[in-house]
Each structure stands twice: as structure tokens, then as C-alpha cells.
């Protein structure tokens, strides 16, 4: 394998991707938005939150709902406490995957799309690279541009939640169990998903946008389980990370798979 080759490419796309305003500043503001205003607002101004997140609103009925494991954990904490924990450690969970999820769809948009855009794609197909090793260097980079902010962003998270709810909690809570889980076991499996899907939306697309468009449709699982854990049909735990990670891992793989199947350099010579 050309490892040098493979860095080249990567480095190739992340020095892009550093030079493009635009592109960093879409980076930074979900991420931001999501990791920063949306607990400040949950816990110092709930009522704004539930209108700017309406599932937030279905907290309210959650505590009559809850599952012995989650009560047991509640036990002890009065009622802002039990919403403060619930929202921020619970129903957040779903919202904090959508960084590495959407993150590494836009980059992988950027991809090969990008490269169709910007007239670089000749020269990208004739490197001295196999298929293999240049729909490897072309995966890893949306990949870890993805798992870089999405652990970034929990740190900030951390802090944020720890520090915002501390008059009513009086301690540090966060991160559990089953946060570590989504960062390390879930989170990359989610970047994985966002930058497999979206390597098929740019294989076939012309430009960024298109690619966007066409990827776009993957934020709506996530936006269901928010959804879910509003109205009580479920509840993220431990196990249920483990068994969420396990699903978007072997999704991730077979959309790899048919994606390194179908990226054929040869195709793509004649297209152009």
C-alpha cells in the first residue's frame, strides 16, 4: 500500500478544507449551536428552549415514564435536577451524533464533488495510487475531520453542561457511562455513516451543492430518535449506545463495501 501516496491525498484535502471560510465557518456553527446554546438554553432558559427544540416540551410527562435503571439514577434530585439530567445527559444524546454525522457528510461532499467543481479531478485520478488506496486517502479524510470535532466537541460539552448546571446540581455529573460510549463507540460509527452515504451522493453528483442535496436525508434517523425519547417510546442507555454503535457500524461497512465496488477510476477517466 502507498502510504505516502494516501497521506499526500488527506493532507491534500484537509489543507482545502482549512482554506475554505466558508466551509469552516458550516464546521463550527452547528456544532456550536447544538454543544453550547442548546444546553444553556435546556437549563437557564427552558421555556425558550422548548420552542427553539419543541421535542424539549415533552420532557415534561417524562418522569412518570421513565425505566426503573433511569429512576433509580434520578432518585434523590428534585425536579429541575431531574430535568436538567434528563435533558442534557439523555435527550442531547442524539443531537450530539449529528456532529459527526453532518460534519463528515460535508467533507465528503467536498470530496469528489469538489473536485468535479473545481476542474482537480483529472489530475486527482491520475496519481500513482491504486482504486483501493485513493477511495481510501478520499474516505478518511471527511472521517476524521468528523472525529476531530465530534471530540472537541464533547470537551466543550462537558464543560458547558458542567458549569451551567452546577447552582442546581452542585457537583459534576457529566459525562456517564453511556456518554463514553457514544464518543468512542457510536460518534465514529456516525461519522462513518455520514461520509459513506455521501461518497455515493458525490460520485454522481456535479458540483457540492448537489451532493448536499442528495445527502441530506441522513440527519432524519436522528431527528426520530429525538423525537422518540420526547414522547417516551425509548431511552438512551448504555446498551442501547452499544447496540446503536454495533447497527452503524455494519451499515457503515456495506456502504464501504458498494462504494469501493462502484468507485471505478477508469469510469471516471471516460466521464470526463
Known amino acids: 500500500?502507498?502510504?505516502?501516496?494516501?497521506?499526500?491525498?488527506?493532507?491534500?484535502?484537509?489543507?482545502?478544507?482549512?482554506?475554505?471560510?466558508?466551509?469552516?465557518?458550516?464546521?463550527?456553527?452547528?456544532?456550536?449551536?447544538m454543544l453550547v446554546i442548546?444546553?444553556?438554553?435546556?437549563?437557564l432558559f427552558p421555556t425558550?428552549?422548548?420552542?427553539?427544540?419543541?421535542?424539549?416540551?415533552?420532557?415534561?410527562?417524562?418522569?412518570?415514564?421513565?425505566?426503573?435503571?433511569?429512576?433509580?439514577e434520578l432518585?434523590?434530585?428534585?425536579a429541575k435536577q431531574r430535568g436538567d439530567v434528563l435533558a442534557l445527559v439523555y435527550?442531547?444524546?442524539?443531537?450530539?451524533l449529528v456532529i459527526p454525522l453532518t460534519n463528515a457528510s460535508v467533507i465528503a461532499g467536498n470530496s469528489f464533488a469538489g473536485e468535479k467543481e473545481r476542474k482537480t479531478l483529472e489530475a486527482l485520478l491520475y496519481t500513482p495510487t491504486t482504486d483501493g488506496e485513493l477511495f481510501l486517502a478520499k474516505t478518511l479524510s471527511p472521517w476524521l475531520i468528523g472525529m476531530g470535532l465530534a471530540l472537541a466537541g464533547?470537551?466543550?460539552?462537558?464543560?458547558?453542561?458542567?458549569?451551567?448546571?452546577?447552582?442546581?446540581?452542585?457537583?459534576?455529573f457529566f459525562p456517564n457511562a453511556m456518554w463514553i460510549v457514544l464518543v468512542l463507540w457510536v460518534a465514529p460509527a456516525a461519522a462513518g455513516l455520514g461520509l459513506s452515504s455521501m461518497v455515493f451522493a458525490s460520485l454522481r453528483a456535479q458540483s457540492v451543492q448537489e451532493a448536499n442535496q442528495l445527502g441530506s436525508v441522513i440527519v432524519v434517523p436522528l431527528v426520530l430518535l429525538m423525537v422518540a425519547q420526547a414522547v417516551g417510546v425509548f431511552y438512551f442507555s448504555l446498551w442501547l449506545?452499544?447496540?446503536?454503535?454495533?447497527?452503524?457500524w455494519a451499515i457503515d461497512a456495506v456502504l464501504l463495501?458498494?462504494?469501493?465496488?462502484?468507485?471505478q477510476r477508469s469510469e471516471m477517466i471516460a466521464h470526463l
Open 75 to 78: 432518585t434523590g434530585l428534585n
Open 241 to 248: 449506545a452499544f447496540v446503536l454503535g454495533l447497527l452503524l
Open 91 to 96: 435527550f442531547l444524546a442524539p443531537v450530539y
Open 154 to 172: 464533547f470537551v466543550v460539552y462537558t464543560v458547558v453542561v458542567n458549569v451551567v448546571a452546577w447552582p442546581e446540581m452542585g457537583r459534576v
Open 257 to 263: 463495501w458498494l462504494g469501493g465496488r462502484i468507485f
Open 48 to 72: 425558550a428552549a422548548k420552542v427553539v427544540v419543541p421535542p424539549l416540551a415533552g420532557l415534561n410527562g417524562l418522569p412518570q415514564h421513565l425505566p426503573v435503571s433511569l429512576q433509580s
Open 38 to 43: 442548546f444546553p444553556i438554553l435546556a437549563v
Open 1 to 33: 500500500m502507498n502510504g505516502r501516496a494516501i497521506k499526500a491525498i488527506i493532507y491534500k484535502d484537509l489543507k482545502i478544507v482549512a482554506q475554505n471560510k466558508n466551509l469552516m465557518l458550516s464546521l463550527f456553527i452547528v456544532p456550536f449551536v
